[in-house]
């Protein structure tokens, strides 16, 4: 093995220049956006707080657009959908002291959608004596100390990298830049002193930034397993999460289900990363008792980006009898609710190793065995007299242009698009299903419009929920967002405002609809420039248990 390489290390004019000759009166704080900067961001993410004295300046500075949001929760919210529809790593700057904790529930959602998200914060006091350690107790007397920081933050995101000289800034920043674009992506946490930030300093100006992030490729002992597995199968079956989207594998998956003719469930995670009328598509019918047993009656289960976790497992009754093959770039989520032969790897590089592998298998009675489901699962719900239920889906996908992304908050009628909304589009439907905390909808949507102004993004909200975000309607006013915020009757607490008239006082123009006129109000909404809101008060039902017990 050599280490001999001919890489130019040279700094180039430009560089050199900028390094000897620095504007005056930088700070900690312009290391940390010039590195931001140098990594390829355009956009950071903040909300009310001290992240770092004279961030503002800085990013103005090098160029680097802030969208400031009126919570820490909802920026991360906000910084997490960046992350999901871009696939870039989402800056995000949180206060000092305890208002950091407010970020916590948004960045435990962009750990478990796999979201990559890099929050900085500026903690109070630096280390030494008197600051923590043994013999040292912590002084709390500080406005905004908050004892072992980091630590918090340890057990919620991916990976953890303090900072505690300015020299430290760029190379931590980048290492967590890595850290949250590397598969499986996730939230990452850099954490400096503000003392660190505020100082002037002689640090050149940050020009570098280029970082690998590692890839993921399949075992090959594995992949050939798991190719003579599924050539050799008489019932398989695939189940595709949120991976397979996320992973950009969807092309993929269909070659391999053609291939092996296997039927496809998606999970509400990876809705759209298979056609929704393709013969061998089971839909996200993932919760119905039907497809359960067509899964279970499977000798060989092809899991792809699935952890096979609680909205996925027909509520944990899943009781697998053949073998399962599982693909899982998350470590941690391999194997963890059923045994299989694990394989740890990026969806899109696993179903290549298999498709490169792998022989064909014709089962012309699968398209039948398909069929017969979809069938079982609508004549189950038509027994239920949910007739209006299933109209108000249908005026959603009715509304919704192609390709729009929606951002879904628990509400009754995200339970029913789970299982019977064709995304049309993989990555196309986002919901809070790791920390599930309502609220999640709107500023993810506000987010994700500031990754792209030039397409509507729809938001979706129980009007209990919604009072969770309702604060960010200005936010939507301030930066002009294309976010429709469809707020639907999920009950409340018999006390909720009126939400037309609440989005109007923000300057929001708001309309009351029904499921009747539900399609032409959303799609004119969506269709006109800016923030709007949509009420439903109509209260919708949930169908009966799938699963007995």
Known sequence: MTHDHDLVLRPTAAQTEAALDP?????????????????????????????????LDALHRTGLRHVGLRTVCDAGFAADAYGRVTGEAAPLLVPSGPGALAALAALQEARAASAPVLAIGGQVTGAGPGHGGPGHPRDLSELRELPDRDGVFRGVVKSVHPVRTQSQIPSAIAEAWTSALTVPHGPVWVDVPRHVLLAETPVPVVTGGDTFPEELPPRP???????????????????????????????????????????????????????????????????????????????VLLVIGSGLGELSSGVRTFEPRGRIVQIQADLGKLESHHPALGIHADARLALQALLETVGERRDEAAPERVRAVLTEARARLAAQDLTLEQDVVAAVREALPTGTPSFWDPTVLTCWVWSALD?????????????????????????AAAADPTRPVLAVSGDD?????????????????????????D????????????????????????????????????????????????????????HPG
Do not use: C
Request: aromatic letters at 4%; a neutral charge; zero cysteines.
């Open 491 to 546: 009950g409340g607490h018999g006390t909720g405002p009126d939400h037309v008239a609440l989005a109007e006082s923000f300057g929001v123009p708001g309309v009351r609809t029904s499921p009747q006129t539900l399609a032409a109000d959303l799609a004119k909404a969506l269709a006109a420039p800016g923030p709007s809101v949509v009420v439903l008060p109509t209260a919708l039902r949930m169908p009966a248990q799938a």
């Open 221 to 299: 002992e594995l992949t050939a397993v798991a190719a003579d597995l599924l050539v050799r199968a008489e019932r398989p079956a695939i189940v595709a999460g949120g991976g397979v989207v996320r992973a950009d594998a969807s092309g993929k998956l269909r070659q391999l289900a053609e291939r092996i003719q296997a039927p496809v469930v998606t999970t509400s995670g990876g809705k759209g990363a298979f056609p929704w009328t393709h013969p061998l598509s089971l839909r996200s019918w993932s919760a119905d008792r039907h497809t359960t047993e067509l899964l279970e009656d499977a000798d």
């Open 23 to 55: 504007p005056p009166g930088r700070t900690g704080t312009d290391l940390v956006v010039e590195t931001l900067a140098a990594l390829g961001a355009t956009t950071v993410f903040g909300a009310p707080g001290r992240p770092a004295p004279g961030v």
């Open 423 to 447: 995304a049309r589009a993989p990555g196309a439907m986002h919901s809070a299903q790791g920390a599930g905390v309502p609220g999640y909808g709107f500023p993810a949507a506000l987010g």
């Open 465 to 489: 929920g919604a009072l969770h975000a309702v604060a960010e309607l200005a936010t939507a006013r301030q930066y002009d967002l294309n976010v429709t915020w469809l707020v639907t009757g």
